[in-house]
């Protein structure tokens, strides 16, 4: 199944992803390498989190091909989706932690489900990462006694606890204030400078992007617009790109017989 070639750890081409007769992903096409970040930015609505559920393998692709880590994950069974997935971190947008455990808990969950090591080494390790996220010694504290920057660093460290090659950010600054969110660009910096992992990050957020990004793609209706450096993209010709970085609105066309279509056909 192996796809990728020795610096690319992630390769879609094709993609199609479809929401009912909704269609979404419009035949994607890039890839990652490894060593990177990659962020993938765009406005509401624009597929991004449709695309990263993809990547991360919640969704399956029903259209085209997702390889990740030499995975084709349309076609890997069952063995071969958790071994990958012990290979990937992820840190979800609200943080996902569990509110019935503190802290130390919800960063050891994915040692204590996925590995043999006893309690003390999973107590270690757990805190080693909050260590490196800025949260030592706040280990015995509950979700609701955090902050939404405190939420969004013990996300990480969970994310992180088992030393991924890859590591999904959702949308690391949502939510929060201009300082906190600049500690997390630069903690997201210090993960891949340090821990050598490959990473991509979903945001919206232009000044976050632009901080943190080896590589930007940016995605509009299902549509990829451009990939590239800081600077292509904020040089790129596209208006729809342009519009994006401006924050201009768009006249929306409304298309007669769809528009009709819309109110007076039946659901399936």
């Known amino acids: 199944m192996a796809a990728t070639t020795a610096d690319t ?4 081409q094709g993609l199609e992803a479809w929401y009912g007769r909704r269609r979404i992903l419009k035949g994607v096409d890039f890839s990652v390498r490894r060593g990177e970040i990659r962020v993938i930015m765009g406005g509401s609505g ?6 990263l559920r993809h990547l991360i393998g919640l969704n399956r692709p029903l259209a085209g091909t997702v390889n990740m880590l030499g995975i084709d994950l349309a076609h890997a069974g069952t063995e071969e989706l958790l071994q990958l997935r012990r290979q990937i971190g992820v840190s979800f947008q609200g943080g996902a932690l569990i509110t019935s455990l503190d802290v130390e808990d919800n960063v050891s969950l994915p040692l204590r489900e996925h590995t043999q090591l006893d309690e003390n080494t999973v107590r270690i390790m757990a805190r080693l990462k909050l260590e490196i996220v800025n949260l030592g010694g706040f280990q015995n504290l509950m979700p609701s006694q955090l902050s939404g920057g405190m939420i ?3 996300a990480l460290a969970r994310a992180i606890v088992m030393d991924p090659k890859l590591l999904f950010f959702d949308e690391p600054s949502a939510g929060l204030d201009p300082v906190v969110s600049a500690e997390l660009d630069e903690l997201i910096l210090k993960l891949r400078d340090a821990l050598r992992m490959t990473i991509v990050v979903v945001t919206h957020e232009l000044e976050s992007a632009f901080r943190i990004a080896d590589t930007i793609t940016v995605l509009d209706h299902g549509d990829i617009l ?3 450096t800081v600077a292509e993209v904020r040089n790129s010709q596209n208006e729809r790109v342009q519009d994006l970085l401006h924050r201009r609105p768009r006249d929306l066309v409304v298309d007669p017989d769809e528009y009709l279509k819309r109110l007076t056909e039946e659901d399936d």
């Open 46 to 51: 624009s597929g991004k989190s449709t695309l």
């Open 9 to 12: 750890v992630i390769e879609v």
């Open 152 to 154: 969004k660093r013990a």
């Open 226 to 228: 451009v990939t590239g």
